[in-house]
């Protein structure tokens, strides 16, 4: 069992940056695969960015070059910097991950990215 927190969402101008953590307890060990998703208002939830337990990275293509996905062990904690922020970034993004043999999948609560123009 996983439990997933995130924070540090906010309303930021088009250009700026936040930071987005995600807190996990729980069966941290277990976890194989963490990423962020996000989903803006009438469209599907679409992912982010992921990170494995070996610590590769992928991103889809409408934020690579702007978005870093990290992670502290130590803390237990996924972090989401977002630079060069866009309007089109305007969503609830979600913490999630994958833990288990069974790869289950366990979903934060969201925390709420907004982008004025």
């Known amino acids: 069992q996983v439990q997933l927190v995130e924070s540090g969402g906010g309303l930021v101008q088009a250009g700026g940056s936040l930071r987005l953590s995600c807190a996990a307890s729980?069966?941290?060990?277990?976890?194989?695969?963490m990423g962020w998703h996000r989903q803006a208002p009438g469209k599907q939830r679409e992912l982010v960015a992921v990170?494995?337990?070996?610590?590769?990275?992928n991103y889809t293509d409408s934020v690579k070059g702007r978005f870093t996905i990290s992670r502290d062990n130590a803390k237990s904690t996924m972090y989401l910097q977002m630079n060069s922020l866009k309007p089109e970034d305007t969503a609830v993004y979600y913490c999630?991950?994958?833990?288990?043999?069974?790869?289950?999948?366990?979903w934060g609560q969201g925390t709420q990215v907004t982008v004025s123009s």
């Open positions: 999630n991950a994958l833990a288990g043999i069974l790869a289950k999948t366990y």
């Open positions: 990170i494995t337990r070996g610590g590769s990275t």
């Open positions: 729980g069966s941290i060990s277990s976890i194989t695969v």
